[in-house]
């Protein structure tokens, strides 16, 4: 298994339980991580046969930004649902980080895996 990744996509979106968050956007950071076989593409040099992660951080930048979110743990179960709907993953992890949840920390959030790496 070959893994594609994306390492700090950093989104402004409006996200938070509390009633000050409800009208602000505030930065998330994700890492993706999708299970992909890459031979093929190395093998032709054709984007057709890679996963773009172009189009992934795309649709994930617009999926997450349509609406407010109340927690990180809704976001990454849904976030890794379209992933392996719409880019047809067999196997997602990832980590969801809220960067100004807490001014004593740099960032809170969660990892989540999702499908088998098989």
Do not use: C
Not at 35 to 59: F, K, M, N, P, V
Not at 87 to 113: D, M, Q, Y
Request: hydrophobic letters at 45%.
């Amino acid at each position: 298994m070959d893994i594609l990744f994306i390492k700090e996509l950093r989104i402004d979106t409006e996200i938070g339980v509390y009633e000050w968050e409800k009208n602000i956007k505030q930065p998330i950071s994700l890492d993706i991580e999708v299970a992909t076989d890459i031979r093929r593409a190395a093998e032709t040099d054709e984007l057709q046969y890679a996963l773009d992660y172009q189009a992934i951080a795309d649709r994930v930048t617009e999926f997450i930004t349509q609406q407010h979110y109340h927690l990180v743990e809704t976001v990454a179960e849904k976030v890794a649902q379209l992933i392996q709907d719409e880019f047809n993953a067999s196997w997602v992890r990832l980590r969801i980080a809220k960067l100004s949840a807490l001014k004593t920390t740099s960032s809170v959030g969660v990892v989540i895996e999702r499908g088998s790496r098989a």
